[in-house]
Structure formats: C-alpha cells, structure tokens
C-alpha cells in the first residue's frame, strides 16, 4: 500500500511539474531602418517608432536579405535612429 501511494504521489507531482512549465515566449522586432533583434517579452511599442513584431520562427525572405540584418541586444528597448540602442 504504501509503495503505491509513493508512485502516485511521484506521478501526481511529474504531471504538475509539466503543468507548469510554460513554453518560453520569444519574438523577432524589427524597426523601419531593417535593424532586428530577438526578445524574450513582448512589449507595447508606441506606433512612431515603427517598430514590427514577428514570430520567434520569421525570416526575410531572400531578395529582403539587404534591408534587413541582425543587432542583438539585451534588455528592454529598441534600435533607434543613428543605430543608437534607445532604453525604455
């Protein structure tokens, strides 16, 4: 009896353990001058700053490849004008 409760008890706490765990969320940002970055939040971003929100999975497609390229950046913000990192 009591070895059958210890692996309910085991196989209760996996599947809440796998519950839990949350996909990580992630998305590609782009602003209007081509600089893209990868992000783990999603923010609000105010419409003049001309910034696009993307899937984690988005790529340009090949005749893109020379407006857009990769700037990665950690924290909360955005490429701004003058290839200035600009915090929000």
């Keep these: ?13 996996s599947a809440a353990m796998v519950a839990l765990a949350a996909p990580a969320s992630a998305a590609v940002v782009c602003n209007s001058r081509g600089d893209c970055w990868h992000t783990t939040e999603r923010y609000t971003y105010r419409p ?19 407006h857009y390229r990769w700037r990665e950046h950690e924290g909360r913000g955005y490429w701004g004008r003058g290839g200035v990192w600009v915090t929000f």
């Design 48 to 66: 003049a700053w001309g910034i696009r929100i993307h899937d984690d999975n988005w790529k340009w497609r090949a005749r893109e490849h020379r």
């Design 1 to 13: 009896m009591k070895i059958r409760t210890l692996a309910l008890g085991a196989i209760a706490a």
